[in-house]
């Protein structure tokens, strides 16, 4: 999760000093397609905050006055999950990338059923859901 606020400035400016930036190089292509990661690394372009969130490099744009407000806000919602499940939910995010739908598709269902499921905090969160009642994370 990425919070800018509204005065951020993004930009891969290693161009301008004779090299290219090589997590960029990798990571960039997945986030914005080849032919705009090509155009970023190959300007130096800066980017607003906003052009920014439509890239997908920000999640949210606060204002100045907020950005502390929507920061609080965000840890208070990540706040009531698992600390285990929320590692496992960025890691099944990012475990198919690169891969083509289809082998995501594999690795994504055998992560959730093999892994997932099979964790005490998983059983808590379906148990806890189904008798109405907030959950005791083991993180487990």
Request: overall charge positive; glycine content about 6%.
């Amino acid at each position: 999760i990425v919070i800018a606020s509204e005065k951020a400035i993004f930009g891969q400016p290693e161009v301008k000093l004779g090299f290219f930036p090589p997590y960029a190089a990798l990571r960039l292509p997945e986030l914005v397609g080849v032919a705009k990661a090509i155009e970023i690394v190959t300007t130096g372009q800066n980017y607003s905050a906003l052009e920014s969130k439509d890239l997908g490099f920000v999640s949210k744009v606060a204002s100045v006055d907020d950005f502390q407000a929507m920061i609080d806000g965000q840890v208070k919602q990540i706040c009531h999950a698992s600390p285990l499940i929320l590692r496992l939910n960025k890691r099944a995010v990012k475990r198919h990338i690169g891969t083509s739908f289809f082998q995501g598709v594999d690795l994504v269902s055998n992560y959730f059923l093999k892994t997932m499921m099979k964790t005490e905090d998983t059983l808590e969160g379906i148990a806890s859901f189904e008798e109405k009642r907030r959950p005791v994370w083991k993180n487990k």
